[in-house]
C-alpha cells in the first residue's frame, strides 16, 4: 500500500507554544488529506479535511483559529497547534485520500503530542 | 445515539480462536464499510472494504454487512498473536467527492493468547 508520513513522531512542549505537525504521501498525490485526533481508548474523531490549494473544511467543535491547516502542495499538509493547552494533549493522526477504485485513505503513523 | 456503536472489549481468545467483532450504525445513508486494524501507538491500516450486503472474505478474515439490521462483522479465523490489535470499523456515505469523510466505531482491543 501506499506510505504517508508524519514528523514528529512525539513532541512535548509547554503551555502556550505552538506546535508544526508535517503529513506526507511519500509516493502519491493526495489532493485531498483529514486530520484526526484520537484519545486513549477512544475512536479516531475527524477534526478537518484539508484541500491542496484551498482552505480546509473543519468539523463542528473544532476551532479553525487554534487548528491551523495548510495543504500547500500535492504531498504535504500541516497542522499548527497554536497556544497548545494540556487540553490539547493527543495522538493526531493523518490520513492522505489515493483516488482509485476504492479511494483509500491512508494513515500516518500519528504524533503524540504532550503540553506540560 | 452515537452513529456507529463498537463495544471496546477487551477481548482476549486463545491462539488458533475463531474471533468476531462487531459495529451497529443508527444512519442508513452509510453505504461503504471498513474494517482497520490499528497497532498501538501506529495509524490505522486497512484490512477490508466493502459496499454491499453479503459477505467478502480475504485470507482468514471475513467481513459481513448486513444493512436491513445496519449491523457489520469482522470474523478472523485461526487467529494468531500477531493479530493482537485494536480493530476499528469505519463507514462513509459516499466513496469520494467534496463530503467524502469516514465516520469510526471505538475499536475493540483483541489480544490472542500464545
Known amino acids: 500500500g501506499a506510505v504517508v508520513s508524519q514528523h514528529p513522531s512525539r513532541v512535548i512542549c509547554k503551555s502556550g507554544t505552538s506546535v508544526k505537525i508535517e503529513c506526507r504521501s511519500l509516493?502519491?498525490?493526495?489532493?485531498?488529506m483529514f486530520w484526526y485526533r484520537q484519545f486513549p481508548k477512544q475512536s479516531l474523531m475527524l477534526m478537518a479535511t484539508s484541500n491542496e490549494g484551498s482552505k480546509a473544511t473543519y468539523e463542528q467543535g473544532v476551532e479553525k483559529d487554534k487548528f491551523l491547516i495548510n495543504h500547500a502542495s500535492l504531498t504535504l499538509s500541516t497542522l499548527t497547534v497554536t497556544s497548545a493547552h494540556p487540553e490539547d494533549s493527543s495522538f493526531y493522526i493523518c490520513?492522505?485520500?489515493?483516488?482509485?477504485?476504492?479511494?483509500?485513505?491512508?494513515f500516518g503513523p500519528g504524533t503524540r503530542l504532550t503540553v506540560l | 445515539q452515537k452513529e456507529v456503536e463498537q463495544d471496546p472489549g477487551p477481548l482476549s481468545v486463545p491462539e488458533g480462536a475463531i474471533v468476531s467483532l462487531n459495529c451497529t450504525y443508527s444512519?442508513?445513508?452509510?453505504?461503504?464499510f471498513m474494517w482497520y486494524r490499528q497497532y498501538s501507538r501506529k495509524g490505522p491500516e486497512l484490512l477490508m472494504y466493502?459496499?454491499?450486503?453479503g459477505n467478502k472474505e480475504d485470507g482468514r478474515f471475513t467481513a459481513q454487512v448486513d444493512k436491513s439490521s445496519k449491523y457489520i462483522s469482522l470474523f478472523i479465523r485461526d487467529s494468531q498473536p500477531s493479530d493482537s490489535a485494536t480493530y476499528l470499523c469505519a463507514m462513509s456515505k459516499n466513496s469520494g467527492g467534496s463530503n467524502y469523510k469516514l465516520t469510526f466505531g471505538k475499536g475493540t482491543l483483541l489480544t490472542v493468547n500464545p
Open positions: 444512519n442508513s445513508a452509510f453505504q461503504y
Open positions: 509516493d502519491f498525490q493526495a489532493t485531498t
Open positions: 490520513s492522505a485520500l489515493h483516488v482509485s477504485d476504492y479511494n483509500e485513505q491512508f
Open positions: 466493502t459496499y454491499s450486503s
